[in-house]
């Protein structure tokens, strides 16, 4: 987009290479084919292609007829959906479960004239404890979409309310009951009954309410019959026509059979389950999205999330990779037409494709496939990790800047660009992103990781031991938090406490699998190469998915010369060579 506004701004002038390397990429060093790949991406998605001509040795030049657009049409309303709150009595997956569906269904709807805003960093800011108005005013959002769920003897009641952030009125209130029996039906009708609200002329951003705040009675009435200015008129809502009184929830759930009915619970409790870094969660997540898609084979949205769970557990060596590419595998294979049916698990199936089948064109093939796929922070992590091992930094970095644009509060986004600065040899800039990060989210799992190796290998060794200390306190069972203490204990001179903790994975290692990759980088500041090298022939046997990225570690630098290192290292251009020799013959 950014390549396109210049050049439209500048129509039938040249615009030179150096002109618009800085705009794209401003003082990032990028390689040759970047310039040439981006303006051939563009071209693929205009109409004619050929409007964007090539100036040899010069830059390019937008000649199709460029004609000046009418007024700007006004900006979509922004929707930010926080997780809905449970009381005691209700399970607490529900809330988190329903708030993600209905961010879900409203992204993917046509239907509604709304932003629904990221997931991630709604879902961020709530748990930091932000009201519904703050995070509301952090996100930069119009309107906040706020639920609860409180139990009776037979029933939920579902409560939600639509709040404008600028003043923090009420402007409609929605009270359901639910038979407890049938709470997983709850978002069909929630979805429902948004876009009857939401896809009727959008509420300005000053529209005034009948029923602003008040006493209760007032707010209960206003659920019954309600009057907000919409685009300057005044419009009823009523039961029946958008406006909803207390009413039973528990219809067109009633003909779900059984097992699609146990298939839904399992998957919603299956989702909620895997987003955690506690292993036991995520082995119950796993157990129970894999139940889903037994039950009800055609639930496709299951079986994205458990390729996506997959993927997950191989990145912090709770699952063997082998283990993890078989069942993303297998689940793929389940799933006929994959690119028209569920493009959005492509992503993991490249990824699968490229660091363990070593099949690079497959990988290209899926992720090229898999383009058109919204954000989600799963999918665009897994983009980020393919980008970067394939030592494409500059590419990662402009994929997760873009994501973090409209995922501003997502900390593994944050975190993980601190790493691509990293690798990137761009010291400065990574040691400023990953304080920014930790300045965001304290305590949170990314943030220390690559706080501790970014801040270890900058020399502040004090506050990465401290930050590896904390993650491996809370979480014993990833591995890659004790590799990461070892590296900061060792880059502080504490050199005993370091192998104290490599020898304990070894041993872990005899009773499961451990993810020793990260090792590596500890054994080199301890001055083991021969130790360091037996790690990475290990990763690269057993394809750890991270193998890649260690290689480009600037963390390993002393291993640089070494002839193993560097037949290592040679695997990845060998890929490449394959990949485009199959491109070239057309396979």
């Known amino acids: 987009m950014t390549a396109l506004r210049l050049l439209l701004s500048h129509a039938g002038q040249i615009v030179g290479i150096a002109e618009l390397k800085q705009a794209l990429w401003g003082e990032t060093s990028v390689t040759a084919d970047s310039l040439p790949r981006c303006l051939s991406s563009l071209r693929a998605r205009l109409e004619p292609e050929d409007c964007i001509q090539t100036i040899y040795k010069r830059g390019y030049r937008f000649t199709a007829e460029v004609k000046e657009a009418g007024p700007a049409q006004r900006a979509e309303l922004r929707l930010a959906i926080p997780p809905f709150v449970t009381d005691q009595g209700v399970s607490a997956h529900l809330g988190p479960a329903i708030a993600e569906e209905t961010i879900a269904r409203l992204s993917n709807s046509r239907d509604v004239g709304v932003q629904v805003l990221a997931r991630d960093s709604c879902f961020a800011l709530s748990n930091r404890g932000l009201s519904a108005a703050e995070l509301g005013q952090t996100l930069q959002a119009d309107l906040v979409l706020a639920g609860t769920m409180r139990t009776l003897p037979c029933h939920f009641r579902f409560r939600i309310e639509m709040i404008r952030v600028v003043d923090g009125v009420q402007l409609w209130v929605e009270d359901m009951?639910?038979?407890?029996?049938?709470?997983?039906?709850?978002?069909?009708?929630?979805?429902?009954?948004?876009?009857?609200?939401?896809?009727?002329?959008?509420?300005?951003?000053?529209?005034?309410?009948?029923?602003?705040?008040?006493?209760?009675?007032?707010?209960?009435?206003?659920?019954?019959?309600?009057?907000?200015?919409?685009?300057?008129?005044?419009?009823?809502?009523?039961?029946?026509?958008?406006?909803?009184?207390?009413?039973?929830?528990?219809?067109?759930?009633?003909?779900?059979?059984?097992?699609?009915?146990?298939?839904?619970?399992?998957?919603?409790?299956?989702?909620?389950?895997?987003?955690?870094?506690?292993?036991?969660?995520?082995?119950?997540?796993?157990?129970?999205?894999?139940?889903?898609?037994?039950?009800?084979?055609?639930?496709?949205?299951?079986?994205?999330?458990?390729?996506n769970l997959c993927i997950t557990q191989a990145f912090y060596g709770y699952m063997a990779p082998a283990t993890s590419a078989n069942l993303i595998h297998s689940t793929a294979d389940t799933v006929p037409d994959l690119p028209q049916t569920a493009p959005a698990m492509l992503p993991a199936l490249g990824w699968v494709n490229f660091h363990f089948n070593r099949n690079l064109a497959g990988a290209i093939w899926a992720f090229s496939a898999s383009e058109g796929v919204p954000h989600d922070p799963w999918t665009t992590r897994v983009r980020a990790m393919f980008a970067l091992s394939r030592r494409r930094y500059a590419e990662a970095i402009a994929l997760l800047k873009s994501a973090m644009e409209i995922d501003p509060y997502s900390p593994w986004l944050s975190s993980r660009l601190a790493l691509a600065y990293h690798l990137d040899g761009q010291a400065v800039a990574s040691v400023k992103q990953v304080k920014q990060a930790l300045l965001l989210f304290p305590g949170h799992e990314g943030s220390n990781l690559y706080g501790a190796i970014i801040l270890a290998y900058n020399g502040e060794t004090d506050t990465a031991v401290e930050l590896a200390a904390d993650l491996s306190r809370r979480l014993p069972y990833l591995d890659m938090a004790t590799s990461v203490h070892a590296y900061a204990l060792a880059c502080a001179g504490r050199v005993v406490e370091a192998r104290t903790l490599l020898e304990r994975l070894d041993w872990l290692s005899r009773e499961r699998f451990v993810m020793r990759t990260m090792n590596a980088a500890a054994l080199v500041a301890l001055g083991d190469t021969e130790a360091a090298l037996a790690e990475l022939r290990r990763a690269a046997e057993q394809r750890c998915p991270w193998f890649f990225q260690v290689l480009a570690d600037p963390r390993l630098k002393a291993l640089h010369r070494n002839a193993e290192f560097i037949a290592l290292e040679a695997i990845l251009p060998k890929m490449e060579a394959a990949a485009a020799e199959m491109s070239a013959n057309g396979n």
């Not at 049938?182 to 005034?208: G, H």
């Open 177 to 307: 009951l639910v038979d407890r029996e049938q709470s997983i039906a709850i978002e069909d009708d929630l979805v429902e009954r948004l876009t009857l609200r939401l896809s009727a002329p959008r509420l300005e951003k000053r529209a005034a309410s009948s029923f602003p705040g008040g006493t209760t009675s007032n707010r209960q009435a206003g659920a019954e019959r309600g009057r907000v200015q919409v685009d300057g008129t005044d419009r009823d809502f009523r039961a029946g026509s958008g406006g909803l009184s207390i009413s039973a929830s528990s219809a067109g759930s009633t003909s779900r059979n059984a097992h699609r009915h146990e298939a839904y619970e399992a998957y919603l409790r299956g989702r909620h389950e895997w987003q955690t870094m506690e292993r036991h969660r995520m082995q119950d997540g796993l157990q129970k999205l894999t139940r889903a898609t037994e039950l009800d084979p055609t639930l496709i949205a299951a079986k994205v999330e458990l390729t």
